[in-house]
């Protein structure tokens, strides 16, 4: 069960943080905060190494998964788990799972990769909107609906 | 297909609307068209997120403008740029020998001093694109005989 999502753009700002679930030690905005940004890091450091593996033309079979953009757990605390998934235009999705409730201690990565995927087809269609500017936190509250059942429903 | 002259009228049409208040003004050679270019840039800012949905992530500088002139331009014209040339210095020269909205003008010289118009968009177009996947530049167009387009992309390096 994901407790959590962020969509943080390109200067690591945070445009939309969303969270769900009776874990009251989630339940407040700043927790959530501090939990996406300690991924961060791990993101950045995934993508810098990525980039270098590239430059140098060792074809191996690591190289294709890295072109991915899923990247898989980033981060595990005691009672969280932190995924991250990177687009194209440098866009950071960030889901995070809490290990101590039951659904979420035995997630499968395939389930947290089909989330994120889906997640960035609403974050896509989030921006389509031509109300929406870039680079501004997103307030829509359809995109907000969607993510609340996406995060009930599939992870 | 109808959909594809849907854009093509609408296209036009903004144009037109985007020329009226240089009308007025007795200069005729100097239009503004940087209205057109905005909307082009918001328009492929906004079209990236979708397209590159699919695609894995980009090696480099190189292979995005590949992306560009195959999967951005089909999805966009129904065609790939003919010609890609590059100095390996941030400069990118892309040729398109049957540009669409210059197909159904002329087969030459003719209205050649219109056709600046008609290119504004597709400018803002490739900026805003590549300005979404990080890359930040300036395209300029340039129209020898119709209907073929180059598109010079000079990428800013900070």
Same mark, same amino acid.
């Given at each position: &069960?994901?407790?959590?999502?962020?969509?943080?753009?390109?200067?690591?700002?945070?445009?939309? =943080?969303?969270? =769900? +679930?009776?874990?009251?030690?989630?339940?407040?905005?700043? @927790?959530?905060?501090w939990?996406?940004?300690?991924?961060?890091?791990a993101?950045?450091?995934?993508?810098?190494?990525?980039?270098?593996?590239?430059?140098? $033309?060792s074809?191996?079979? $690591?190289?294709?998964?890295l072109?991915?953009?899923?990247?898989?757990?980033?981060?595990?605390?005691?009672?969280?788990?932190?995924?991250?998934?990177?687009?194209?235009?440098? =866009?950071?999705?960030?889901?995070?799972?809490?290990?101590? @409730?039951?659904? +979420?201690?035995?997630?499968?990565? $395939?389930?947290?990769?089909?989330?994120?995927?889906?997640?960035?087809?609403?974050?896509?269609?989030?921006?389509?909107?031509? !109300?929406? #500017?870039? +680079?501004?936190?997103?307030?829509s509250?359809? !995109?907000?609906?969607?993510?609340?059942?996406? &995060? #009930?429903?599939?992870? | 297909?109808?959909?594809?002259?849907?854009?093509?009228?609408?296209?036009?049409e903004?144009?037109?609307?985007?020329?009226?208040?240089?009308?007025?003004? /007795?200069?005729? %050679?100097?239009?503004?068209l940087?209205?057109?270019?905005?909307?082009?840039?918001?328009?492929?800012?906004?079209? *990236?997120?979708?397209?590159t949905?699919?695609?894995?992530?980009? %090696?480099?500088?190189?292979?995005? *403008? %590949?992306?560009?002139?195959?999967?951005?331009?089909?999805?966009?014209?129904k065609?790939?740029?003919? /010609?890609?040339?590059? /100095?390996?210095?941030?400069?990118?020269?892309?040729?398109?020998?049957?540009?669409?909205?210059?197909?159904?003008?002329?087969?030459?010289?003719?209205?050649?001093?219109?056709?600046?118009?008609?290119?504004?968009?597709?400018?803002?177009?490739?900026?805003?694109?590549?300005?979404?996947?990080?890359?930040?530049s300036?395209?300029?167009?340039?129209?020898?005989? *119709?209907?073929?387009? %180059?598109?010079?992309?000079?990428?800013?390096?900070?």
């Open positions: &069960m994901a407790v959590c999502v962020a969509v943080i753009g390109k200067d690591n700002s945070p445009l939309y =943080i969303g969270g =769900i +679930g009776n874990d009251t030690s989630t339940d407040n905005e700043l @927790s959530r905060q939990l996406v940004h300690t991924a961060l890091d993101l950045e450091e995934r993508l810098a190494t990525t980039n270098a593996n590239n430059a140098s $033309a074809a191996n079979a $690591a190289r294709t998964d072109r991915d953009l899923y990247l898989g757990l980033l981060y595990s605390t005691d009672t969280h788990k932190i995924y991250g998934y990177v687009t194209n235009t440098k =866009i950071k999705l960030v889901l995070v799972t809490s290990s101590t @409730s039951p659904s +979420g201690s035995n997630i499968r990565d $395939a389930e947290v990769r089909t989330a994120l995927r889906r997640l960035h087809a609403l974050y896509a269609d989030a921006i389509c909107n031509p !109300f929406h #500017l870039p +680079g501004d936190q997103i307030i509250q359809k !995109f907000d609906k969607q993510v609340k059942s996406l &995060m #009930l429903n599939n992870v | 297909m109808a959909d594809d002259i849907v854009f093509e009228l609408l296209h036009s903004i144009i037109n609307y985007a020329l009226e208040p240089s009308k007025n003004s /007795n200069s005729s %050679k100097e239009v503004d940087s209205v057109v270019e905005y909307i082009g840039f918001a328009a492929g800012y906004k079209i *990236m997120e979708r397209l949905r699919e695609w894995p992530r980009f %090696k480099d500088e190189l292979d995005t *403008m %590949k992306f560009i002139c195959t999967d951005f331009w089909t999805c966009i014209y065609k790939q740029i003919d /010609n890609l040339r590059t /100095n390996h210095q941030g400069v990118y020269v892309l040729q398109d020998n049957a540009f669409r909205f210059l197909t159904n003008f002329s087969n030459g010289h003719q209205y050649l001093e219109y056709a600046p118009r008609y290119v504004a968009y597709t400018c803002g177009l490739i900026r805003g694109g590549l300005a979404n996947l990080c890359i930040n300036i395209v300029t167009a340039e129209v020898q005989s *119709m209907p073929s387009c %180059k598109f010079h992309i000079h990428v800013q390096r900070t």
